[in-house]
């Protein structure tokens, strides 16, 4: 009996591992994510996914970093589904992708202190200090993150 047992779950293993396949294949082309990661949807996915790669192909064909756009609640949270490049780029905590979209034109002049004041209420210290190396900015706690969330609706 016991051996019966044994070969009937031996049978059956690969049937089970099959329609296990086959469940994340059709998540997969379905557009879910049990194996591979999202490909970020535009620029600012991009940048708060810190994948500066796709952030400059994202420039080369035309997207405005000072846009905002939707975001997935997976690349920043959920209470943060819309946003600029540059705000995302703050969030992934990655100053190389900041220093890369300032070498590129894309951090307006009075665009540095808003930024800098997301970094200090998101406590990027070193953001911070590129985007406003001379003195911490001077900003009212919470407001920058508060103008980000607000385009959330609760």
Not at 1 to 10: E, K, Q, Y
Not at 17 to 44: C, D, F, K, M, Q
Not at 52 to 81: M, N
Not at 131 to 152: H, I, N
Request: charged letters at 15%; aromatic letters at 4%.
């Amino acid at each position: 009996m016991r051996g019966t047992v044994i070969c009937a779950a031996l049978a059956l293993a690969p049937g089970i591992v099959w329609l296990y396949l086959a469940a994340i294949a059709a998540a997969e082309s379905a557009g879910g994510t049990w194996l591979t990661a999202r490909t970020p949807a535009n620029i600012a996915e991009a940048a708060g996914t810190a994948r500066a790669d796709l952030v400059v192909r994202f420039l080369e064909a035309g997207q405005d970093p000072a846009r905002v756009y939707p975001l997935h609640p997976d690349v920043i949270s959920s209470t943060v589904l819309h946003a600029t490049a540059l705000e995302a780029a703050v969030w992934s905590h990655q100053r190389p992708l900041i220093e890369l979209l300032d070498r590129k034109g894309a951090i307006p002049g009075g665009g540095r202190h808003a930024l800098a004041c997301l970094a200090a209420d998101v406590g990027v210290d070193d953001i911070v200090g590129y985007l406003s190396p001379a003195a911490p900015p001077d900003c009212v706690r919470g407001e920058a993150m508060g103008q980000v969330t607000a385009r959330t609706p609760r």
